[in-house]
């Protein structure tokens, strides 16, 4: 039986996450449709802004991503410390930039005289956004229902988009981290839509070997309100791959000891074996991060093959 989504999400256990939504009988809605002959390829680059749109406004981090046809996934970061340095003016905005706010908060956005009892209810319904600001699942919902509306208007229907809830499971563990950053940067090459990860478009692997592209310019004009104009919103860059190891015994809070060019390496061997149908071959120079975290290479390929399969049978607890 599926469990609340309150007992899904514990920052006590890990602040990563991996977040899937699929379409509605996984039909190719954001890609090229054989059913219905259309292509909506152009859908992908809706998802890949909103997601660092959202990333930039809320108190969390994103470190991978890929946008599939049919698909897509986000591993995100859970930081609601860096909502405690924003402001209540700071917090007004960034919430003001995906919804208008009750109309009480629209009032004292414009400026207007407030009485004692309307500020404190103001003031309390801001702390309620910050709150919210923080939270993967309103994150999911201002990712998910924007997209799902342009979509049902371009195709003139009605109905549902996304097949379900988004599901969502804890990444605890350096290997659980890893794991799932590889199996996401590596969807479009095992899916045979590139040939190689620096090709994969809508991906963050993507973005971090290419980042000279225009996603800032995209994300800022996502932001309709023309009262919203002054508000300066910088790009949030995706998770840092660097850091030093942590104690085992410790609640993992930073991505696994791996820098830049490790990981590139990583994700080119890992993919490399899965394109070349090697099932069992394993390369004989196997990556120091593996050693580091005594992972098997046989294994990895397993985890980066089958992560959300393990995931759900217990591996990486």
């Known amino acids: 039986m599926p469990r609340p989504r309150g007992q899904l999400i514990d920052l006590n256990l890990t602040p990563f996450y991996h977040v899937t939504s699929r379409c509605v009988r996984r039909a190719f809605l954001c890609?090229?449709?054989?059913?219905?002959?259309?292509?909506?390829?152009?859908?992908?680059?809706?998802?890949?802004?909103?997601?660092?749109?959202?990333?930039?406004?809320?108190?969390?981090?994103?470190?991978?991503?890929?946008?599939?046809?049919?698909?897509?996934?986000?591993?995100?970061?859970?930081?609601?410390?860096?909502?405690?340095?924003?402001?209540?003016?700071?917090?007004?905005?960034?919430?003001?930039?995906?919804?208008?706010?009750?109309?009480?908060?629209?009032?004292?956005?414009?400026?207007?005289?407030?009485?004692?009892?309307?500020?404190?209810?103001?003031?309390?319904?801001?702390?309620?956004?910050?709150?919210?600001?923080?939270?993967?699942?309103?994150?999911?919902?201002?990712?998910?229902?924007p997209i799902a509306r342009a979509a049902n208007a371009e195709d003139n229907c009605k109905g549902h988009f996304w097949e379900s809830r988004f599901v969502s499971q804890g990444l605890p563990t350096d290997k659980a981290i890893l794991s799932a950053m590889v199996y996401v940067d590596l969807n479009p090459v095992r899916a045979g839509v590139a040939s190689t990860p620096e090709k994969s478009e809508h991906t963050s692997i993507k973005e971090r070997?290419?980042?000279?592209?225009?996603?800032?310019?995209?994300?800022?004009?996502?932001?309709?309100?023309?009262?919203?104009?002054e508000f300066s919103l910088d790009l949030k860059p995706l998770v840092p791959l660097s850091g030093a190891p942590q104690p085992a015994s410790t609640l993992v809070t930073s991505l696994p000891p791996i820098n830049y060019r490790e990981y590139l390496k990583l994700v080119e061997w890992s993919g490399r074996i899965q394109k070349e149908g090697k099932r069992g071959a394993i390369p004989d120079k196997m990556p120091p991060i593996l050693e580091r975290l005594s992972i098997a290479s046989s294994t990895w390929f397993s985890y980066t093959g089958k992560f959300e399969e393990l995931h759900r049978q217990g591996a990486f607890r």
């Not at 890609?31 to 930039?56: A, C, F």
């Not at 470190?63 to 995100?76: E, F, K, L, P, Q």
């Not at 919804?99 to 801001?126: N, R």
């Not at 980042?211 to 994300?219: D, G, K, Q, R, W």
């Open 31 to 145: 890609g090229d449709d054989n059913n219905s002959g259309k292509n909506y390829e152009h859908r992908k680059q809706w998802i890949e802004e909103r997601i660092r749109l959202l990333s930039s406004l809320f108190a969390i981090d994103v470190c991978a991503y890929a946008v599939m046809s049919n698909h897509y996934h986000v591993i995100v970061k859970l930081v609601p410390e860096q909502s405690h340095k924003w402001s209540t003016d700071e917090v007004l905005q960034r919430w003001r930039c995906l919804f208008k706010g009750t109309l009480l908060v629209q009032k004292y956005a414009k400026g207007e005289p407030l009485s004692s009892f309307e500020q404190d209810t103001v003031h309390e319904t801001l702390n309620v956004y910050r709150e919210r600001l923080t939270d993967l699942s309103w994150f999911m919902k201002c990712l998910n229902e």
């Open 209 to 229: 070997v290419k980042p000279s592209f225009n996603l800032a310019e995209a994300v800022r004009s996502q932001i309709d309100s023309g009262s919203l104009r």
